[in-house]
């Protein structure tokens, strides 16, 4: 066939493809890491009263400038996310969204461009629905697009797509068709659907296939607040829906079991490890929601704790799985390349006494490297064992903690 004639044809056939095409837009090929405003800062928007605090460009600056000055974006914590209230109240006179003209001066693609010099990225919020969870301006159908070209051209690298105030057929339409606006705009942008949360989570209203084809990560569940009770829910619920769950995670697709709030008022150290080992299992995005100028040194050294986001972004993108549980304990395990695994034993027991454990690894599915493995203790940061098939290491668990160990095979 002529070339030219079949170059037309080819292209003919890719715009009739197009609306099925899966996002694969090469993002997120281990989970995304950053800030974000939401948990710790919700929707203050009162700057006169609360400066330091309000959701304005200021925050976001600041928030940008911490994470390259105290280690973090070397670390991976490379997206800074504005959440919900950045918006005003009206489209501009072509229709688009706009920032706060008084909170957010500079402009969206100011920020951006600030954040951007500090090697970092800009995430922003939407709504798929006529107002956002907090009330402001949402996204519509017949928005979509000019809302994705407008995050484009303000060169935002990331939208988390709320669901809000839609219903469900809304949904099924206006997540897919951002997902293709935003491809469409030729800038890429990481896209987080809250879409799931909002139809329970789980087949077969959730359609996990096509939502791994259309999203990076996306929210499942309900959204985390600052206590461990809510930390401890949601750890069970993905627990217990695994089965669905864990097939849909991998490369550039990631549930996501919400923030992380290691550094705020609601855990205590030893929930704030356990929160992370979790997390790390789940492979999920690590974005904190906390103060970067006041956080503790302990939070802070938890949360930039090298294996334990060696862990979490471990390339074979593999989700783990919980392995045993009874009513205050469970075991959660995570193959990791090269032969490598996390596993995680979580004491849910609230009984002001440690729990002891005998780690042996046969028994887990752990076997196969005749020298032995290597155990790391991830948060006492040290080598606690070396165990071939006949060797076992007891420890203890602290009550509502977890011990956390990388198991690295030697042959
Ligand atoms: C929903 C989301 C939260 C946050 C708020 C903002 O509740 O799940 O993560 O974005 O909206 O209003």
Known sequence: MHCGILVVLVAFFLTLVGPCQPL????????????????????????NSYPDHCISEELFKVMADKLVEDGWKDLGYKY?????????????????LQPDPE?????????????????????????????????????????VDVDAKTFAEWEVDMLKLDGCNSNSTERSIGYPKMSHALNATGRQIVYSCSWPAYEDGLPPKVNYTL?????????????INDSWSKVLAIINWFGDHQEDLQPAAGPGRWNDPDMLIVGNFGLNQDQSK???AIWAILAAPFFMSNDLRTISADAKSLLQNKLLIHIDQDKLGQQGVRIKKDEDFQLWKRKLSHGQFALA????????????????LPPLRIEGCSHGYNIYDV?????????????????????????????????
């Open 379 to 411: 948060f006492d940061k040290k080598l606690v064992a070396f165990l071939t098939s006949n060797h076992t290491h007891s420890f203890r668990v602290n009550p509502t903690s977890v011990v956390l160990f990388f198991v690295r095979p030697i042959c």
């Open 274 to 276: 356990a929160q992370l």
């Open 80 to 96: 800074v996310n504005i959440d919900d209230c950045w918006s005003a109240m009206v489209r501009d006179v072509n229709g688009k």
């Open 103 to 143: 909170r957010f001066p500079s402009g969206i693609k100011g920020l951006a461009d600030y954040v951007h010099s500090k090697g970092l990225k800009l995430g922003i919020y939407g709504d798929l629905g006529h107002s956002t969870c907090g009330g402001y301006l949402g996204t519509l159908l017949e928005t």
């Open 345 to 360: 034993y979580l004491n849910t027991a609230e009984l002001g006494e440690a729990k002891s454990f005998t780690l042996s």
């Open 211 to 223: 939502i791994g084809e259309l999203c990076n990560l996306w929210r499942n569940y309900d959204d």
């Open 24 to 47: 694969d837009n090469g993002l997120a090929r281990t989970p995304p890491m950053g800030w974000i405003a939401w948990e710790r800062f919700r929707c203050t928007t009162d700057c």
